[in-house]
């Protein structure tokens, strides 16, 4: 590869998930391997504002590739929403000789990609949040261990709510998204579900599952709340009020995002960390902003510039499934990211996996 790019900077943003250790690894190994220079960025955008930054070499992310969290850590920037701040993280960039950002986040850490793009900076997404609520991108790092993580911590619990012949109400991360709340459900064999992109009827959703499940014999239920679908504690309360038993609520929290990232994250976090530079290494003949993810099953990494027509489109996808991805971007050329803050809709084929006919 003919390379115009000299140094990078890789940064994480957002909530950590497991497997960002892995790409930032991944970043900085290609970049070894391309010759192309990293700057670590910490602390997010603050970072970028703050010109927070450390050089990265292969040493530095040795054996990082199965701790969770971050290394370069991350924040939550509220300078980074003003302009001011988006002017002084480009001038931050500037100032170091960066040819180009790699930021490891969430959707919110895209759009706020899209923003420093605008102030003249390359960049590539690297999408990792355990949401899994990126509509360009068939999957995030980070969501399969937090999946992982969650569904043992419910398979313990069913084992004491069996004993005792409880109901159990869990509350499953996921900001505004089901995804987590849904495959968990799923995985558990839980008697509802109960996610944000459904309205939720109380009286149908749960309190007739809970009498089904019972008159088909069930001792014990357990209801999965996802914390974008309403509060698990009212949820107890009300199954309390209608049915008289005695529900246990568990918010599972933040220890969905901790832990040792799954293998499948782990790969995942580097065959994207590699694409993000190949991406940024690319800057120069293709489309300025880039992003990178990967596509139902297949390991297929998009590129194209981020801009609000691509969120359309990938909205569009959420609901058509990979071929109506492919018939509005016949070219395969557009790429598309979160650059519009619109709630991410969980595939319809997915609900006609569920058991339950009030989300079918
Ligand atoms: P997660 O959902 O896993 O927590 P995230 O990347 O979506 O990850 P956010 O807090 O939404 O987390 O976004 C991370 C940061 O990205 C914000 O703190 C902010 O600095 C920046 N950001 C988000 N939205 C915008 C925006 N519209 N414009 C500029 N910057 C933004």
Redesign the pocket.
Known sequence: MANAVKRIGVLT???D?PGMNAAIRSVVRACTYMGIECVGIRR??NGLINGDFTVLQNDNVAHIINRGGTILYTA??DE??TLEGQKKAAATCKLLGLDGIVSI?????F??LV?LAKQGISVVGVPA???NDIVCTGYTIGYDTAANTAVEAIDRLRDTMQSHERCSVVEVMG?NAGHLALYVGLATGATAVLVPEKPVDFDRDVIDRIRQARLAGNTHFMIIVAEGAGSAIEIGKGIHEELGLDPRVTILGHIQRGGTPSARDRVMASRMGYHAVQDAGRRQDEPRHLRTGRSDGRHRYHRGPFHEEGAQRAAVRGAAGDDGHRQLNPDKKIGACCTAARPFSIPEQLFRHLPFPSLS
Do not use: L, N, V, W
């Open positions: 943003s957002g909530g998930a997010g955008y939550r920037s980074f929403r986040g969430g959707d919110g850490s759009r706020g923003e949040t355990i949401d900001r």
